[in-house]
T-cell receptor
Framework: AQTIHQWPVAEIKAVGSPLSLGCTIK??????LYWYWQATGGTLQQLFY??????VESVVQLNLSASRPKDDQFILSTEKLLLSHSGFYLC???????????????FGPGTRLTVL | GDSVTQTEGQVALSEEDFLTIHCNYS??????LFWYVQYPGEGPQFLFR?????EKGSSRGFEATYDKGTTSFHLRKASVQESDSAVYYC??????????????FGSGTQLTVMP
């Protein structure tokens, strides 16, 4: 069975400090990977997606970057945090869609980020 | 662009009540439609999906039918339980031809079920 792990569980960081969040998927080969951001009480906004190692595409610009150094690992980072970066960060995976059809995405437990 | 609208921000019911959460979408063609449920402090959980007109998705007693004519995918459950209290999100698969695999989520509906 596939498992998705996110680290850390929670972070409290100062404005202007760097950030690195991680996500690992086990039990699934070459999945599509995604990063989402959710403001407190808000909906989910997709930030990045990756369909293969080393290739990441940005969906929205939030002064964040993402990388996929291994098939099962997805990293979200920034060199300078802003107050607006606070929220809940979620990693997700899916099988590759086919024929223009979307595969459902499965989410990890999330990382709660507070920027002070 | 593509969008999803959930009419109800909050729904309060008693146990064994019938549930309807409205979801309407705006997109061309036949986008994939999804329902997710999110409990406090957790990531969303996939409930089910539908991809074709009149296709019904279902899971855990919840169901929704894809209706191209009314561009809707309303979530229903015949008899809710206190454990169903959570936030429910309708989502749409964006333009697959763009290769972005972007899921567009609605604003969410907080369901509270009282014993």
């Amino acid at each position: 069975a596939q498992t998705i792990h996110q680290w850390p569980v929670a972070e409290i960081k100062a404005v202007g400090s760097p950030l690195s969040l991680g996500c690992t998927i086990k039990g699934k080969s070459s999945p599509n990977l995604y990063w989402y951001w959710q403001a407190t009480g808000g909906t989910l906004q997709q930030l990045f997606y990756s369909i293969t190692v080393g290739q990441v595409e940005s969906v929205v610009q939030l002064n964040l970057s993402a990388s996929r150094p291994k098939d099962d690992q997805f990293i979200l980072s920034t060199e300078k945090l802003l107050l607006s970066h606070s929220g809940f960060y979620l990693c997700a995976w899916s099988l590759v869609g086919w024929g223009g059809n979307y595969a459902e995405q499965f989410f990890g437990p999330g990382t709660r980020l507070t920027v002070l | 662009g593509d969008s999803v609208t959930q009419t109800e921000g909050q729904v309060a019911l008693s146990e064994e009540d019938f549930l309807t959460i409205h979801c309407n979408y705006s997109a061309s063609g036949y986008p994939a439609l999804f329902w997710y449920v999110q409990y406090p402090g957790e990531g969303p959980q996939f409930l089910f999906r539908a991809s074709r007109d009149k296709e019904k998705g279902s899971s855990r007693g919840f169901e929704a039918t894809y209706d191209k004519g009314t561009t809707s995918f309303h979530l229903r459950k015949a008899s809710v339980q206190e454990s169903d209290s959570a936030v429910y999100y309708c989502a749409l698969g964006g333009d697959a031809s763009s290769g972005s695999w972007q899921l567009i989520f609605g604003s969410g509906t907080q369901l509270t079920v009282m014993p």
